[in-house]
């Protein structure tokens, strides 16, 4: 079987768009369409179901990708190892990262590359909050693990390695503090000012994180802006404002006076790494190779990006890694805590 038809069905299965796919592959709409033909042909069954505006994965298409992926992310990280192996990987790699589950995987890959390749000293510190790319397009980063969308030309963003559900932050004492959970319908219906941070940022990245609507198309009251975590859970604790939070904040950084109640409606919050334009070498691939496998200690959720739940990958180049993600159940804690400034390596 050629290769380019696995790779190709297994973009396409977390793309579910073909232009996106031709872009990912660097292919023709009319190539990836014949690969896709050629690898239904060998199965002898559809695999997608297409119309004009829709691409979605038959039952069979699903499963061929839950047991193809973690075979072809095995060959890719194989290969990974064994060439930066052959080039012996030495020197220093920083490695920021957004949140404290992204420094746990952060951590763990750092691990894995310790012993096999004791010339590498691993560097794993916290990316801040109002410069999300700044250290990395400074070149004080060499890689990132955090949390996307990203949409900067000069940014590359591998394939997804974690995604989990979104929570919001509220005072204890709060009406909305006791639900089971919360839609930002209702949050903007009771009028809960929702934080957001401070600085220059780029407009997707904070609607991202403070949407200014609910989806009804009621405005969101607008809160305070803040510089990190530590200082937006201080807030919400005083319990004048909420916070719109990852899932694993409430077992990483619980504390009293505030409740975490799970979100509704919003698409889980995904990580991967991510690199300047041009700069992966083999060091980056190793190393994404080993965060990818970290992540496979975390558990697998394939179906996120099958579902097209999560954004995708927005430009083709990799650090190693592969298709498939890790999903963490919410009420999980890790083990290595925040790693701030920690060295592996």
Do not use: K
Request: charged share 25%; aromatic share 4%; proline share 7%.
């Amino acid at each position: 079987m050629d290769r380019s038809e696995l790779d190709c069905f297994l973009v396409l299965a977390e793309e579910l768009h073909f232009g996106r796919t031709a872009d990912r592959l660097r292919l023709s709409r009319a190539r990836v369409s014949q690969l896709v033909q050629r690898m239904e042909r060998r199965v002898g069954a559809p695999l997608f179901t297409r119309t004009s505006r829709h691409v979605a994965l038959t039952e069979l298409g699903a499963r061929l990708r839950e047991e193809l992926a973690p075979h072809v992310r095995g060959v890719d990280e194989a290969l990974a190892r064994a060439a930066a192996s052959a080039r012996g990987a030495r020197g220093r790699l920083s490695v920021g990262f957004s949140t404290p589950l992204a420094g746990e995987l952060a951590m763990r890959a750092a691990e894995r590359l310790r012993e096999p390749h004791p010339g590498l000293t691993v560097q794993v510190c916290e990316v801040p909050l109002t410069d999300p790319y700044g250290m990395l397009r400074r070149g004080e980063y060499d890689l990132q693990l955090t949390d996307f969308p990203v949409r900067e030309d000069d940014v590359v963003r591998g394939p997804t390695l974690l995604a989990e559900g979104r929570v919001l932050a509220v005072g204890a004492w709060h009406p909305l503090a006791g639900r089971p959970a919360v839609s930002l319908d209702e949050l903007a219906l009771a009028g809960v000012p929702l934080l957001s941070v401070e600085g220059d940022l780029p407009g997707y990245w904070l609607e991202h994180r403070r949407p200014a609507r609910a989806p009804g198309g009621r405005e969101i009251a607008r809160g305070s802006a803040v510089t990190s975590l530590q200082e937006a859970l201080t807030l919400v604790a005083a319990g004048r404002e909420a916070l719109l939070t990852a899932a694993h904040t409430a077992d990483y950084q619980g504390r009293p006076g505030v409740a975490f109640v799970p979100v509704t409606g919003l698409p889980p919050l995904g990580y991967a790494l991510m690199w300047r334009s041009g700069a992966a070498s083999g060091a980056t691939e190793l190393y994404g190779a080993a965060a990818s496998a970290a992540a496979g200690e975390l558990g697998r959720a394939g179906e996120l990006e099958r579902a097209g739940e999560l954004e995708p990958a927005g430009r083709p180049e990799r650090a190693g890694g592969g298709a498939g993600a890790a999903r963490v159940p919410s009420g999980r804690r890790g083990d290595a805590g925040s790693p701030r400034g920690t060295r592996a390596g």
